[in-house]
């Protein structure tokens, strides 16, 4: 890469690989796409969309988790197209469960499922995905890091595997909405995914805390309710796409307006992480609980200047071939976490 090239650009440029196998111009049916408050997964929808426009790329028809027809018709020659991010194993049952129904329902379109991270807690579950997966013939399945790529190219021995960054960089650059007047932001997350590191942190105070969940006041989680419901249930005739396609908008447009005010972001999350670099903001990212995102910054971000991974309070510098075995120990962890909660 040239010196005077920022890192950045060459992440969002990598993304053009997908090309080789949704060419410009292509139409597409966009499945799977997120309608629910987890911000990352709206820069990911929002970064997919702005690729799309960028490229040509016609989408005839959107559907989430929530409105996917039983019996939908998809004429051959249209790409039919499988929303990114980390839900693709079985702690995500419902998303899985519709990416191997288009796997079985749609045996003669091409599919493409956008840069996932990929986990499961039972290999049987694994064992039984690959088994769907491997009876297509032109299935496309790009990873966002090096253990998913390692295994989805031993399961999946009839699929095509890429290792690709995550749609968000897309986005880049995201110009901040003001000038910062506040030193720091924990955006630590709040769920099973985080850590004992990150609970040491949280005694410290000394800065302001955020996660996606606590980014929404409860007047835009129950808009995001009430669509999510007139969703599951039928629109009728309102255009429910378009209005959450505007109201998503402005929910991202909020998180960067809160990341704006700020000197310096520390989070626990991998889009907090990727959201201050697609803002070129000072930010130190700490792991989750199975290594996703030190896998990840490894992968793709170790170059950016302005980020840093910490390990236990320290800026932390492995070797490349420790990265996924650091990754396989916490994913151990996460496994047992998962099974100990599932016998209670």
């Not at 090096?146 to 995201?174: G, N, R």
Request: proline content about 5%; hydrophobic content about 35%.
């Amino acid at each position: 890469m040239k010196p005077n090239v920022h890192p950045m650009d060459g992440l969002k440029k990598q993304l053009s690989q997908i090309l080789s196998v949704i060419p410009q111009g292509s139409s597409i049916y966009y499945i799977d796409y997120p309608v629910h408050s987890n911000g990352g997964d709206l820069l990911i929808m929002k970064g997919t969309e702005a690729f799309f426009k960028e490229y040509n790329i016609r989408v005839e028809a959107r559907y989430s988790v929530l409105d996917f027809p039983d019996k939908l018709k998809i004429s051959k020659d249209h790409i039919i197209v499988l929303h990114g991010g980390g839900n693709f194993g079985d702690l995500y049952p419902v998303h899985q469960k519709l990416r191997e129904k288009i796997i079985t329902d749609y045996p003669h379109n091409r599919v493409v499922i956008l840069p996932q991270t990929i986990f499961y807690t039972k290999e049987s579950e694994f064992d039984r995905t690959a088994e769907v997966f491997n009876k297509h013939k032109d299935v496309h399945l790009y990873v966002r890091d090096t253990l998913s790529h390692d295994k989805a190219s031993e399961k999946f021995h009839e699929c095509s595997v890429y290792l690709s960054p995550d749609m968000a960089h897309q986005l880049w650059p995201i110009m901040p909405k003001s000038s910062p007047d506040k030193d720091l932001l924990y955006f630590f997350r709040t769920d099973i995914e985080k850590t004992k590191e990150q609970e040491q942190l949280e005694l410290n105070g000394r800065g302001d805390y955020l996660d996606w969940t606590s980014l929404y006041n409860r007047y835009e989680k129950k808009s995001i309710n009430l669509i999510v419901r007139m969703m599951r249930k039928g629109s009728g005739p309102l255009p429910m796409q378009v209005i959450w396609g505007n109201y998503s908008d402005y929910l991202v447009n909020k998180a960067v307006k809160r990341f704006s005010g700020y000197h310096n972001v520390q989070t626990s999350r991998l889009h907090g992480h990727i959201l201050a670099c697609l803002m070129d903001k000072p930010n130190t990212l700490l792991d989750n609980s199975y290594g996703k995102n030190s896998n990840y910054y490894y992968t793709w971000t170790s170059g950016i200047k302005t980020a840093q991974l910490v390990v236990d309070n320290q800026p932390y510098e492995a070797k490349p071939h420790e990265v996924n075995f650091v990754s396989k120990i916490y994913q151990e962890t996460l496994i047992n976490k998962v099974n100990s909660m599932l016998s209670k």
